[in-house]
């Protein structure tokens, strides 16, 4: 139908009715639609067939209409919505993003006035109204350069907290050090508790739980991963003994540098780092 005129493709275009198919397209209001195994519609949610099974997501007169559609306006494809809104919205999002910049006239339907200079500037798109007979200098003068996202990536913070024997501390001083982990806070503190879920009473004899001077050493990482200095404490403190320690993780929502009010990654790194 490439030759037809535009009165022939609006009747015409979109739909080509098989043997005995009606001439017209037909207005299909089911909800969903049946096949016969569940294989069939495996494919169709694998995308190894073409169907439908849902209308709120495709619908065999809604495609044929957009068909028709795209065929009248020299388009390859076309999407019907449910209302004009919102395919101006969708017409808008498909090429605009965060720091674009549209020159649109001032005279459109109010309801997209709103969506380009209200829901869209909440998006970081910016809009710049014009008269609809300003001249080709005015029109000109109104576009800006789009500004480019800015991207900023929170990097993670996270505490690591270390229990161990008095013995060990120096060694594991020097091995965090040797992955570029320092700044750490020690704290003596003293530890107690029986193993493996063993109550006061063992074979109905008390036992005395005994209050053991160990460390704690506390320290929070962004740089270097989590793992590392997991695996990096458990080679310096393992014996395969009781009391080895024990190693706690917490997520850090915030760090603080008092001196120069960094915070964040910043606040975790010296002067010369930064």
């Known amino acids: 139908m490439k030759d037809y005129t535009i009165n022939t493709n609006c009747v015409q275009a979109g739909y080509t009715p098989g043997n005995g198919e009606p001439r017209q397209i037909p207005i299909y209001q089911s909800t969903t639609f049946k096949y016969d195994t569940s294989e069939d519609m495996g494919k169709l949610f694998d995308l190894e067939a073409e169907g439908y099974f849902y209308s709120r997501l495709q619908n065999p007169t809604n495609d044929l209409v957009a068909a028709k559609i795209a065929k009248l306006e020299g388009g390859s494809a076309g999407m ?6 919102a395919a101006n919205f969708f017409a808008m999002f498909n090429i605009c993003e965060t720091g674009s910049h549209v020159v649109s006239s001032s005279s459109i339907y109010g309801g997209t006035f ?4 209200v829901t869209m500037k909440k998006m970081g798109i910016d809009v710049t109204f014009v008269d609809p007979d ?5 029109l000109n003068a109104a576009f800006k350069e ?3 996202e800015e991207k900023t990536e929170t990097a993670k913070l996270t505490k690591v907290s270390i229990i161990c024997k008095q013995s060990k501390f120096e060694e594991l001083k020097e091995s965090l050090n040797n992955i570029g982990v320092n700044g750490l806070t020690v704290t003596q503190v003293l530890g107690c508790g029986t193993q493996k879920g063993m109550t006061t009473k063992y074979r109905g004899a008390e036992l005395d739980v005994v209050l053991l001077p160990k460390m704690k050493v506390e320290v929070v990482v962004s740089a270097v991963p989590v793992e590392e200095v997991i695996e990096t404490a458990k080679k310096a403190l393992y014996t395969g003994n009781i009391g080895d320690g024990k190693i706690f993780v917490y ?5 603080v540098k008092v001196r120069t009010g960094d915070s964040g990654f910043d606040a975790l790194q010296s ?3 930064l």
């Open 146 to 148: 789009n500004k480019a």
């Open 134 to 138: 300003c001249t080709k200098e005015e």
């Open 80 to 85: 019907l919505t449910s209302s004009g809104q």
């Open 251 to 255: 997520d850090v929502e915030n760090v």
């Open 114 to 117: 709103n969506l380009l200079a």
């Open 271 to 273: 002067d010369d780092e």
